[in-house]
């Protein structure tokens, strides 16, 4: 394949399985080209002649002396199961994407493809870093004040308190490297009971935080009702709660659009004021659902994977890319095993 | 106190430790002598003194004849921690409404006050039905087709199979009685994972749901993408995914509107539209927060009990009574009973 010796950080970029092809790709790295924010090389895994096809059209807008391209014949789709597709894939733009940063000739990959597929992918060929059971997927929500990570948005189900405090590591380290947060508040997501606040993990979860004083910025627990307020920069939890209130969040904000259009076009009247008042609309979806925030990693594994959603249009799939380079920029994936490991010291002592 | 032998349904209304006070409470009555769906005697339990002066006012708009008064010369406090304020509070107005409820006095309470004393309280002097280990709180949720019932939301953050099974029963009973609905579809709420849908706990209870078919009418999964959707009647969780849920869904929603205020505002253009279209922002909002669906049951305990929010106006809190007054209505606990019974032992089989 290709010769890659330079000092500039390489991503791999899985451009196929996504809902809308390869050609967003490109116009992502146009996008890329106008903003100069790039400083990476950037390996596209794909069908190299749709690729090829694709980039010589737009060559005058992109950057080609950053762009390798690596040519993968099969590609999973979003439906298939990840298991299988992984075994009977081998040539997947997906799989050798991961492939390429296992191999160290590229420090992330990123991938708006199969998140099932990845995430198995990503945790069979990198394996967890030593110290961690399972890796976690996390999203970056807004809020009231400020962006926050939030996580395990689906990776591990069934986390143990072990694993909820390690997510807590792995979530300050994304926030620091993406949020560029010197010192990330760090909350853990529970209920008022009767007895206190939570079931017997949660609060064992939280006696092995408060052992992580100094460490980390532990501010204790964060109910439903506090999560968009933005009081702290990172909120954990385990992957069912995760995955399920992102999504449902994501599900309740179609719902309220879709009621508030509908209620808008019921009369002349509020007809024309949605006319005048349209743009306040967009800016708020663009507020509450940004493109610019796009990049969700697999913490914990050894190697920097990126999910990006798998509609993602141009502006999400270079934000996607930046948050690759962000993370290698910074050594984060250094960090988090010198982090884990005096975690993991802290705990046992 | 009262002698109470009408054949009219008797529905105790604990009056005090709401955040608005007893006057809105009396408000209530008047709306509820208005729109004439009352055909319930109400014992009101309270401050006796205050609420004798506060109806006396008003007494040409509430209907009199159906309302008794008992008197409470204690509170219990939003803030106070449930277990102990029971223990110190035995002439709370919430534990003696409760109370009407054991001795059968009445056949329903409902109560705005402290949820968590409500849950214990209700718990501790009614106990579970036979065949059921923990009372589930459920909640009425507007979605893009209808409402459905959601539960548990906080009453048992620790489910096990057999009680996600229970709370599948519970809902649909409720759904009936509420909703109106013959023969409610239920889901079981979920995450897509590599290995399926969901945790060990939730494929166990997939099964269990599965061995009552002919019972209930069992859709299967239902994901957080889909929970707005209005795909099912009922969606069953535990009380530690259902307690994030609702509570965050209400912080994104208040997240949202103030997003749209702030946005609305940024300019005169935008400002006019939003006094053109500002009917329709009151009009989603009553159909996204309703008052009309308030009363969330604490379902599978010897006696009915209804909990409002703490926060409710005087048309929550009818709302609240007449949830009341419907699921005596229907006998819903003789119903819960028997279906429970019929569930425990086609389980069993």
Redesign the interface.
Known sequence: MMSHKSTRPSIAVDVMGSDKGPSEFVRALIHLNQTDELHSDLILVGKKRLLERLIAVRKSKIDCSRITLLDASQVIGMDEK??SALKKKKDASMVKAIELVKEKQAQAMVSCGNT?AL??GGTLRLRPIEGVDRPALAAIIP??KKPFVFLDV?AN??SDPTNLMHNAILGKQFAQARLEIKNPKIGL??????QGK???NIIKTNALLEKLEGQIDYAGFI???????GTVDVVV?D???G??????????????G???KK??L?NI??K??????????K??KS??NPDERSGAPLLGLNGNIIKSHGSSNAIAIASAIIAAQMVVDCDMLDSIKSDISLANQKIEA
């Open positions: 990840p298991i099932g995430m198995a809020s009231k689906g189900p069934e997501l529970t209920i008022g009971t009767e939570g079931t017997p109910e439903g009702f506090q999560l968009f307020d939890c992957g069912f709660v995955n399920i209130l992102l999504k449902s969040s994501e599900s309740l904000f179609g719902f309220i879709e009621t508030i209620e808008l019921r009247k509020r024309v004021g949605a006319v005048l008042s349209a743009s306040a609309f800016d708020m507020q509450l």
